[in-house]
C-alpha cells in the first residue's frame, strides 16, 4: 500500500472527499514526523509504537571500494507493532 491507496481506502471508509482524505494523510504523516524529530513516542492503542532511538557508531566497509570506513552515531526510526496488530497478522503469542 502506498500513499495514493491509503488516501482512497480513507475515501471509500469514510464521508471525506478524496482531496480531504489526502489532507488528512498529509496532516497525519507531518504529526508523526514532527512528534519523532522532537524526541517523543507514538503508541496507537492496538496497531503498535513508533519511537526513536540512537543507533551507534560503528565500523563498516565501502562495497564499492572494500575500504573500511566509519560509520557516526544517528538517530533512526523504529516500530513495534502492537499486540492487535500482532494477533491479525498471527504473529502474536499463542495462548
Known sequence: MNKGDL?????????LNRRQSAHAVD?????????L????NITLSGFGTFSVYQRKARNGRNPQTGAAI???T??????SAGSE??????TGRQT
Open 74 to 79: 544517528r538517530r533512526v526510526a523504529k516500530f
Open 70 to 72: 566509519r560509520i557516526k
Open 7 to 15: 488516501v482512497e481506502a480513507i475515501f471509500s471508509k469514510t464521508e
Open 85 to 90: 496488530l500482532k494477533k491479525a497478522l498471527g
Open 27 to 35: 496532516a497525519l504523516i507531518k504529526s508523526l514526523s514532527a512528534a
Open 37 to 40: 524529530k522532537s524526541g517523543d
